[in-house]
């Protein structure tokens, strides 16, 4: 009883006039602090201690909306929403013009599936700060749950104005037009919304699944496969506020999703110092460990990526991140024949990932062992037909092998593949001068130079050219 009343006395303040706001008076107990009490027996002692705390706080400031919050904050660090719930109700119903309890209590109420309220919350915080961004994709969100689909489309560009860099809005922004049939529109926009956080997995899978239903199949397995190789590391946030509560996170799923967020930043120190809090909570952690392969790696401290290597392996030896990424170090310092076995170690504890495949056909290839390669890329394709980089990759290792009829037809087959359709038109081009076919291979060199474009290499673009003009001398006096 006593928390529904907390929560109605919270609303009441909530929903009153921004000019007349309620004074909401404490309750005489902390119904948070009371639902707060004993959840922090399911933690790590250190968890343990900091829900404990927060819960003082209350009992010594108790007209106070900031322990309430900050109880809260805790709490939803932990995912405890009923009683984090309660807590921002309380702190809201203390202060009701305060921005931030409001915008908490709304994420905490849709978590429990409350989602009207939750809008009512954010409308009320959008209310005392119109131009606040956060607030703007929350309200898009909440919307977009609700299957408000047109407001939610409107709130999502309401939010790329405020920052026409926000990788977050042009997200919603696609998924709202998806939602409403607009799937042209769609994947523009989640294209856009990738190309400004290429790490955010929602808006690769979002943008496969508008390309598959435009029928640009190869495209969207393109998608996919970073959609599946991102997994479940989330985007970069665009919540100065989230961050904070998710900053409260002691425990070690915490320690390492902030190291994954400094990573994505670029803050590789950062990284690295939250992943050996995590292991120094859990020395056993295979996944930390794998991760510090990636870190060290890219700080060109190799002796210590390869001692967590070893630790990696040695708790999980099918721990595949870690052969991989161990694997991409020695392919960067030319030690490829030691690569190509660490990268077979990799495909055999992942043995359904063609992406590993792909890199263990490339080094194979790189050591001049077409054959070889050619069968790492067959066997990608096996597991992902619609592969276009390894279909392409097969045809060029299967003409190194002299095998130039398998070679071209695999080529010709991957064509439609976007940035790559350059150079597999040059092998092409090379392949068919090469067997004696001018006129095939000035066909292919123009197609060529035709999709060349910003991002294509220039000494690939130098060599068409130079083809074009060879292939056009050679051939105009048959013309005559």
């Known amino acids: 009883m006593r928390a529904s009343l907390t929560s109605t006395l919270a609303l009441a303040a909530l929903l009153h006039p921004a000019g007349a706001p309620c004074r909401a008076q404490a309750p005489?107990?902390?119904?948070?602090?009371?639902a707060a009490a004993g959840l922090g027996t399911s933690f790590e002692p250190a968890v343990a201690r900091q829900i404990e705390q927060a819960r003082r706080r209350i009992a010594e400031q108790e007209a106070d909306p900031e322990p309430r919050g900050r109880l809260g904050m805790v709490l939803h660090a932990y995912r405890q929403w009923p009683a984090a719930e309660l807590c921002y109700a309380e702190a809201a119903a203390l202060a009701p013009s305060n921005v931030s309890w409001l915008r908490l209590w709304a994420m905490a109420l849709a978590e429990l599936g409350r989602v009207p309220e939750a809008l009512a919350a954010v409308d009320r915080?959008?209310?005392?700060?119109?131009?606040?961004?956060?607030?703007?994709?929350?309200?898009?969100e909440l919307l977009f749950a609700l299957g408000r689909l047109d407001e939610s489309?409107?709130?999502?560009?309401?939010?790329?104005?405020?920052?026409?860099?926000s990788a977050a809005a042009s997200f919603l922004e696609g998924r709202a037009l998806a939602g409403l049939g607009r799937v042209e529109a769609a994947s523009a926009a989640l294209g856009r919304a990738v190309s400004l956080a290429p790490e955010h997995a929602q808006a690769h899978y979002a943008l496969a699944q508008a390309l598959r239903r435009l029928g640009r199949t190869q495209q969207a397995q393109a998608e996919l496969r970073l959609y599946a190789r991102l997994g479940s590391v989330a985007p970069p946030?665009?919540?100065?506020?989230?961050?904070?509560v998710l900053a409260l996170d002691e425990g070690v799923g915490g320690r390492i999703a902030r190291a994954n967020q400094a990573a994505l930043r670029g803050d590789l120190d950062a990284a690295i110092a939250a992943?050996?809090?995590?292991?120094?909570?859990?020395?056993?952690?295979?996944?930390a460990h794998a991760n510090l392969v990636v870190l060290y790696g890219r700080g060109g401290d190799l002796e210590q990526a390869r001692r967590h290597y070893q630790q990696a392996v040695a708790l999980d030896p099918r721990q595949a991140d870690a052969h991989a990424a161990w694997a991409r170090l020695l392919v960067a310092q030319g030690r490829l024949s030691e690569a190509a076995g660490v990268f077979a170690q990799a495909v055999a504890a992942a043995p359904h990932r063609a992406e590993l495949r792909v890199e263990l056909?490339?080094?194979l290839d790189a050591l001049g062992r077409p054959a070889e390669a050619a069968a790492a890329f067959r066997a990608a394709l096996d597991d992902d037909p619609l592969h276009a980089e390894a279909r392409s990759l097969l045809g060029?290792?299967?003409?190194?092998?002299?095998?130039l009829e398998e070679g071209l037809d695999q080529i010709e087959r991957s064509l439609d593949s976007g940035e790559r359709a350059a150079a597999d038109l040059a092998a092409l081009a090379r392949a068919h001068e090469a067997d004696g076919r001018p006129e095939l291979a000035l066909a292919y060199a123009r197609r060529a130079l035709?999709?060349?474009?910003?991002?294509?290499?220039?000494?690939?673009?130098a060599d068409l050219q130079a083809s074009v003009q060879r292939l056009e001398s050679r051939l105009r006096p048959a013309a005559r």
């Open 28 to 34: 005489a107990e902390s119904s948070c602090r009371a």
């Open 125 to 140: 915080a959008l209310a005392l700060d119109p131009d606040s961004l956060p607030a703007r994709l929350q309200r898009a």
């Open 153 to 165: 489309l409107a709130e999502a560009l309401r939010a790329r104005r405020l920052d026409p860099d």
């Open 237 to 244: 946030s665009e919540d100065p506020l989230l961050d904070r």
């Open 275 to 287: 992943l050996q809090s995590a292991l120094a909570v859990n020395p056993d952690l295979a996944v």
């Open 361 to 363: 056909g490339r080094t």
């Open 396 to 403: 060029q290792a299967l003409l190194r092998d002299g095998r």
């Open 450 to 461: 035709l999709r060349c474009g910003d991002r294509t290499p220039a000494d690939l673009v």
